[in-house]
């Protein structure tokens, strides 16, 4: 059974930083992209980024480019999003997904990031 | 990178159908088959219902179909049961590896 579970977020200032990470598990983790997407307090879905298999290319929703950095380590079967620069409107419960096919196959139950002072 | 544009709110008895639209542009929804449609009951993670337009994974009854015409893609609900009342939102690929969510549309079985 495929398992995603994400950890990491918190309470932050503004300006803060914050590393998520999410542990996968049921399948082979370095044969799929992955991407991380956010949802604001009763708002819709955003996709924020994703990572080749092999970490090598790395796309960025433009809101996020400059400030938040997607890493993977396939030994460990890990995926990342280092949130530097935070800002109020980055407040979302964010989600890890597995991507298959080009759409999003399997989620994990999302961690809650909280910017404020 | 403007989000998809989905009606708030689609509404129906238990039985009926319901169709949601999901409009976008030629680079997004008119250009590639990759159109995804997601559930999401309250507090939950969403989950895959339908990918490439109109092919539903395993596991997802056959009630939930998908289709696409020029820039606007739908998800049809057949026989409605109290269930699929959740929010939808359609995804579709918007070239550069990068993607783009719709708006949401709240579904209420009356």
């Known amino acids: 059974e495929v398992q995603l579970v994400e950890s990491g977020g918190g309470l932050v200032q503004p300006g803060g930083s914050l590393r998520l990470s999410c542990a996968a598990s049921?399948?082979?983790?370095?044969?799929?992209?992955m991407s991380w997407v956010r949802q604001a307090p009763g708002k819709g879905l955003e996709w924020v980024a994703n990572i080749k298999q092999d970490g090598s290319e790395k796309y960025y929703v433009d809101s996020v480019k400059g400030r938040f950095t997607i890493s993977r380590d396939n030994a460990k079967n890990s995926l990342y999003l280092q949130m530097n620069s935070l800002r109020a409107e980055d407040t979302a419960v964010y989600y890890c997904?597995?991507?298959?096919?080009?759409?999003?196959?399997?989620w994990g139950q999302g961690t809650l990031v909280t910017v404020s002072s | 990178q403007s989000a998809l544009t989905q009606p708030r709110s689609v509404s129906g008895s238990p039985g009926q159908s319901v169709t949601i639209s999901c409009t976008g542009t030629?680079?997004?929804?008119?250009?590639?088959?990759?159109v995804s449609w997601y559930q999401q009951h309250p507090g939950k993670a969403p989950k895959l219902m339908i990918y490439?337009?109109?092919k539903r994974p395993s596991g997802v009854p056959d009630r939930f179909s998908g289709s696409k015409s020029g820039n606007t893609a739908s998800l049809t609900i057949s026989g409605l049961q109290a269930e699929d009342e959740a929010d939808y939102y359609c995804c579709s690929y918007a070239g550069s590896y990068r993607y783009v969510f719709g708006t949401g549309t709240k579904v209420t079985v009356l």
């Open positions: 049921g399948f082979t983790f370095s044969s799929y992209w």
């Open positions: 030629s680079s997004d929804v008119g250009g590639y088959n990759y």
């Open positions: 997904a597995r991507e298959v096919l080009y759409s999003r196959g399997n």
């Open positions: 490439d337009v109109s």
